[in-house]
């Protein structure tokens, strides 16, 4: 099934319009909390110890499927991405977005190979506590601790949160001078970021 | 020329070399002393006393440039201020690239090219009262020009003063953006990021959290819904959730969810 017939599919599995025709479908009874409390993973690993199901690093090379990572410690990781695997490049996109010096956090299952099984992989991603220090066409130029960031506007995805309300297009709020918070995806080796979602106080 | 204009270099000299020694003496000084690369040089006992001499000595030189007679000293004095000025710079810029130079302000800011430009102004400035007479000569000789180039030239330095920003750039750049909002022309679109927000506070995504194992797969919209979908295992094996969610008015009870087999396992 190709990926507009299966956005069809799922569209009609969960708005029910096709419900009959899909197996298995199991729309969700119970809301309550205890219900979900019950299904949660308990954490497998120590508060403090190494995750051996995370990752973060540069990719060095990429294969078929495959991303090849160096780490910030000079270990080398080999993360497998698969139909099932999340990808986040400023906006959840597909594995081809991955390119060779883009770096990453992934998150999976340590396989007995010694490669990672990617459930999520998050490209470039970076959360600032920054100052706007001018605001001018699509751009902003933010202050992080007196080095200089300048985060691109997107037309179309960068949202605002203003005072913890829900995300709005409209950036006509945000006040230089004031502090914000950032999530963006990092221009890799410039001191750029294309903005995601700005939160600030109105 | 020179004449009136070397005289004009000592009101500057002077201005600016006061200013610098009250801005070590405020309440705020031991603060912006321990923040400052002079606490890399002097270490952290020091630092306070260290950032208080040099305030002294700019208080002094400062006073004795406006005060008569003026002296070919003065001059040697300032240059060899502001030439230590300089290597002080170099030595933070290499030793405490983070810290700030507390030059003119408690701000701390750290030091980059501007910092350096105005210590070679004022630099240029002390070499050019080298022989000349006591500025009053040169108040009474061109008083305008002089004043012009006082002006002018204190400008430069607030302009060339990352510490003073706050002061002057950035009630002007808030000006700038409350008369008219460069970001104000942006499209109105329902972005992914609030229904997100909105599908992460709803009782169906509550439901069903503890399966999920991905960020967000994919996203589309179907007229007045947007779906998400997200990868997640039951107990029968990998499935997609695939959630709906109102693209606007509605409560968090109005969200959907299924849970739908994946066509074929993914390959490990």
């Known amino acids: 099934m190709d990926s507009l017939g299966r956005r069809k599919f799922l569209t009609g599995a969960v708005l029910g319009t096709t419900a009959a025709t899909v197996v298995g479908a199991s729309t969700m009874g119970s809301f309550a909390p205890e219900a979900a409390a019950g299904q949660r993973r308990p954490l497998d690993v120590e508060a403090g110890a190494h995750d051996p199901n995370f990752i973060e690093g540069r990719i060095t090379g990429l294969r078929k499927g495959m991303l090849m990572v160096t780490s910030s410690d000079r270990s080398m990781h080999r993360i497998h991405l698969t139909g099932a695997t999340s990808v986040w490049k400023l906006r959840p996109t597909s594995s081809d977005a991955a390119k060779v010096g883009d770096g990453l956090y992934a998150r999976g299952v340590r396989m007995p190979d010694g490669t990672l099984a990617a459930d999520a992989v998050w490209l470039n991603i970076v959360n600032l506590q920054v100052h706007i220090t001018s605001i001018g066409r699509n751009v902003m130029h933010l202050d992080h601790h007196g080095d200089r960031i300048v985060g691109h506007v997107v037309a179309g995805t960068t949202a605002a949160v203003y005072n913890s309300t829900p995300a709005v297009s409209d950036l006509s709020l945000l006040q230089v001078g004031k502090h914000a918070q950032v999530i963006g995806a990092w221009r890799p080796d410039t001191n750029e970021v294309d903005l995601a979602t700005v939160y600030a106080a109105a | ?268």
């Open chain 2, 1 to 268: 020329m020179i004449e009136w204009f070397a005289g004009a270099q000592q009101l500057v000299l002077a201005g600016v070399l006061v200013w610098a020694g009250t801005v070590k003496f405020r309440a705020t000084a031991p603060e912006a002393a321990r923040r400052s690369a002079l606490r890399k040089l002097v270490g952290e006992r020091r630092v306070v006393t260290a950032y208080r001499a040099v305030g002294t000595a700019e208080l002094t030189l400062g006073a004795l440039l406006l005060a008569p007679p003026m002296l070919v000293i003065e001059s040697y004095a300032a240059v060899a201020l502001f030439t230590g000025m300089l290597g002080y710079l170099v030595y933070a810029k290499r030793k405490a690239p983070e810290s700030g130079c507390g030059c003119l302000g408690d701000k701390q800011t750290p030091i980059r090219g501007r910092a350096f430009a105005r210590t070679a102004v004022l630099l240029a400035a002390a070499l050019a009262t080298l022989g000349a007479a006591w500025w009053p000569a040169a108040l009474a000789d061109r008083p305008l020009a002089t004043v012009a180039v006082l002006v002018a030239e204190a400008a430069l330095v607030v302009a060339l003063s990352p510490e003073l920003d706050h002061r002057w750039l950035l009630p002007l750049r808030r000006w700038r953006v409350r008369v008219r909002h460069p970001l104000a022309t942006g499209p109105t679109v329902v972005p992914l990021e609030s229904s997100v927000q909105r599908l992460q506070k709803s009782d169906a995504y509550r439901s069903v959290a503890g399966l999920l194992r991905s960020d967000l797969l994919d996203w589309w919209e179907e007229g007045e819904w947007r779906l998400l979908t997200y990868a997640a295992t039951t107990s029968d094996g990998q499935v997609t959730a695939v959630f709906a969610v109102p693209l606007r008015d509605h409560g968090p009870a109005d969200v959907r969810v299924a849970l739908v087999p994946d066509p074929e396992p993914a390959p490990a």
